[in-house]
């Protein structure tokens, strides 16, 4: 873990001198990062995950997309579709309009239907609507949630 702690305070302190071009510094830990990501437990891949959500740049939010998509635990795949949300890149929909629909954990669901509330697209309503016939009683809230919000973004405008 002392690593993945290093790695990330690096990032964090060379990502902090400029949004525009990452320092050497950051782009070395955002590599050793993902390479630990590929190769550790659940709880060292949840908390990369948990962490580089913070970082709103392409490779984080390829790592991020690799997670929601195929990493084993629920856990990851949640704390990855949340990430992507606070991202706000419309490039996800797809991938996270998918989470809510076939995702087999409902954890998973819940927040891949946030997410896509926190982008904000009405290209997400057909799959919201069905989340709202989820088995789930947090999944069904949390597409109700987002149905409702997306809207009235939309009708504000």
Not at 113 to 129: H, K, Q, V
């Amino acid at each position: 873990m002392h690593v993945v702690e290093k790695c990330l305070e690096n990032l964090q302190a060379a990502y902090g001198r400029g949004q525009s071009k990452l320092a050497q510094a950051a782009e070395q830990a955002l590599v050793t990062l993902t390479d630990l990501y590929c190769t550790s437990p659940e709880v060292i891949r949840f908390r990369i995950i948990h962490v580089l959500a913070d970082f709103p740049i392409e490779q984080v939010r390829q790592l991020l997309e690799q997670a929601l998509d195929a990493d084993e635990s629920s856990l990851v795949r949640h704390e990855a579709a949340s990430g992507l949300g606070m991202m706000g890149d419309s490039s996800t929909i797809e991938l996270l309009i998918s989470a809510v629909k076939d995702d087999p954990s409902y954890l998973v669901r819940h927040e891949a239907a946030l997410a896509l509330e926190s982008i904000g697209d009405e290209t997400a309503f057909p799959a919201l609507e069905q989340g709202l016939n989820d088995d789930n009683p947090e999944v069904v809230i949390s597409c109700q949630v987002a149905l409702s919000s997306i809207r009235y973004r939309i009708e504000a405008r």
